[in-house]
C-alpha cells in the first residue's frame, strides 16, 4: 500500500488550502484514514480522521469548525480543506490509513500506512 499526500503550500493567514491523499489500492474503502501534523520540534498529532465509510469524523480542538475531511471511496482518495489558516497550522502534514474500526484511533502508531507528508506554512 502507498499512500502520497499533496496540496501542501505557502498561504498567508486566514487563507485556504486543501490538501489530497491519493491510495494506491482499490481497498482502500478497508481503511480508516487520517491526517496527523508535525511542527518543528514538536510531537506529530491527530488532526483529523475519517472511518472507512465516512461514517464518523473526528476532528482536533485546534482545527475543528475551520478543517474539513472527507474521502471518496470510488476514487481510492482522502481531502483536508482548511480554511481560516492560522501561523499555528505551520506542519508538515501527513495521510496516514488504519485498520476499519467503528472509532478513529488517536495514535500514531495505531496506523499502519503513511504518505511522504506535505509542507503547509501558514505566514503572519
Known amino acids: 500500500v502507498q499512500l502520497q499526500a499533496f496540496g501542501g503550500g505557502l498561504v498567508q493567514a486566514g487563507g485556504s488550502l486543501r490538501l489530497s491523499c491519493a491510495f494506491s489500492k482499490r481497498t482502500f474503502r478497508s481503511y480508516n484514514m487520517a491526517w496527523f501534523r508535525q511542527a518543528p520540534g514538536k510531537e506529530r498529532e491527530l488532526v483529523a480522521g475519517i472511518t472507512w465509510g465516512g461514517q464518523r469524523t473526528y476532528y482536533a480542538d485546534s482545527v475543528k469548525d475551520r478543517f474539513t475531511i472527507s474521502r471518496d471511496n470510488a476514487k481510492n482518495t482522502m481531502s483536508l480543506q482548511m480554511n481560516t489558516l492560522k501561523p499555528e497550522d505551520t506542519a508538515v502534514y501527513y495521510c496516514?490509513?488504519?485498520?476499519?474500526?467503528?472509532?478513529?484511533?488517536?495514535?500514531?502508531?495505531?496506523?499502519?500506512?503513511w504518505g511522504q507528508g506535505t509542507l503547509v506554512t501558514v505566514s503572519s
Open positions: 496516514a490509513a488504519d485498520t476499519p474500526r467503528d472509532l478513529i484511533a488517536r495514535t500514531v502508531s495505531d496506523y499502519e500506512f
